[in-house]
Every structure is written in C-alpha cells, then in structure tokens.
C-alpha cells in the first residue's frame, strides 16, 4: 500500500491534528491561532517564494507558468526531503493551506512534486 497526501483548506481544520501534518503556506493564516494548530508542523519554506507568490495573486490566470515557477522553486531546494522521507516510509502525510481556491494552488502542486519524489528510485 502506498502512502497518501491529504490535501486540506486549514480553514477546515478541526482539532486534534492528524499525525504528520503540515502548514505549507509561507504567511500565517488570518485568524488561526497557534493552539488551534497544536500538533501541525509550519514548513513555510516549502511554500512559493515571497516573489512568486505575489506575482501569482496579480496573475491567478497563469496557473501554467505559476506551476513550472513553484516546481523550479521546489527542485533548487530541499526543505520538502523530510515529507519525502515520511512517504518513503509509508507513511501518510496531510498538507494544510489557507488558499480559497481548491482547483489551483500551490498545495497541489507540492503535493504532485512529493509524489513524483517519493516513487523515484535513485
């Protein structure tokens, strides 16, 4: 059985965390508290850089050239391994995000990434 990455809105998060769960946005969410987070691990560094992030939220209607930017952002670093090595180990991961749109975000992206990262055998 393979490991799973659950995608969810941390707008819709209730408590307690779920094992292995993550904030992967680079801000803060608006109006969730730490204590609301308890047990959720804040990896803002995997999250689009500050740059591309704001360029996205001018440009939402460039999802094409945002995702292969984030994916470019993604492999010139390394602060997504440990997620990997979690899926490696067979063990399901969930991803937190505060972004509105389900359909286009940067959790989907990652999420695609981890994948593609977890299942290489090098």
């Known amino acids: 059985m393979q490991a799973t990455i ?5 707008y819709d998060h209730t408590q307690p965390a ?10 803060w969410p608006r109006g969730i508290s730490k204590e609301r987070l308890q047990g959720v691990v804040w990896l803002k ?11 996205f939220h001018k440009n939402l209607e460039e ?3 945002f995702t292969q930017s984030y994916w470019q952002e993604l492999e010139a670093g390394k602060e997504w391994q440990p997620l990997v090595d979690l899926l490696q ?25 981890l994948l593609g990262k977890a299942n290489q055998t090098d």
């Open 6 to 10: 659950t995608l969810k809105r941390i």
């Open 18 to 27: 779920a094992e292995n769960s993550f904030l992967v946005d680079r801000l």
């Open 89 to 113: 180990q067979n063990q399901n991961i969930t991803l937190l995000y505060g972004s509105k749109n389900l359909q286009q975000n940067h959790a989907i992206i990652l999420r695609d990434f």
């Open 45 to 55: 560094n995997v999250a689009p850089s500050n740059e591309l992030r704001q360029w």
């Open 63 to 65: 999802w094409p050239q």
